[in-house]
C-alpha cells in the first residue's frame, strides 16, 4: 500500500523559516511530478509548488522567491523549503503525486494526510 506521510510543520514567527518533508513508502518503480498544495483557513486548496521528475519546477506567484521545492528520487522524497514566512502562509500543507507506478500497476492521485503550519505576526 502506498503512503505519503508529510513532517515538518509547526509554528514560527513571521519572517522566519520551515522546512516540510514528505516521503513516499510502498512498492514503488516510478514517480512523476511531485506537489505541495496547501489549505488555509476558509479558503480551497491551492497549488504551490511542481517539481518534475527531472527537477523543473514552478511555484505559485505567492511564494516565489520564498519557497523552495526539492526531491529525491532515490529515497521517493519531496521537500519544501519555506522562508520569509508570513502569517499569510498559515495553512495545512500537503504533498502529492500526481502519478505514480506501482507493484499494482499504475497509481493516480496520491495524497498525504497534511501537516500544518502556523506562521505568527
Known amino acids: 500500500q502506498v503512503q505519503l506521510v508529510e513532517s515538518g510543520g509547526g509554528l514560527v514567527q513571521a519572517g522566519g523559516s520551515l522546512s516540510l518533508s514528505c516521503a513516499a513508502s510502498g512498492i514503488i518503480f516510478t514517480i512523476g511530478d511531485m506537489e505541495w498544495y496547501r489549505q488555509r483557513p476558509g479558503k480551497q486548496r491551492e497549488l504551490v509548488a511542481t517539481?518534475?521528475?527531472?527537477?523543473?519546477?514552478n511555484y505559485a506567484d505567492s511564494v516565489k522567491g520564498r519557497f523552495t521545492i526539492s526531491r529525491d528520487n532515490g529515497k521517493k522524497m519531496v521537500y519544501l523549503q519555506m522562508n520569509s514566512l508570513k502569517p499569510e502562509d498559515t495553512a495545512v500543507y500537503y504533498c502529492?503525486?500526481?502519478?505514480?507506478?506501482?507493484?499494482?500497476?499504475?497509481?493516480?492521485?496520491?495524497w498525504g494526510q497534511g501537516t500544518q503550519v502556523t506562521v505568527s505576526s
Open positions: 517539481i518534475s521528475s527531472g527537477g523543473d519546477t
Open positions: 502529492a503525486i500526481p502519478r505514480m507506478t506501482t507493484n499494482r500497476g499504475p497509481l493516480y492521485n496520491t
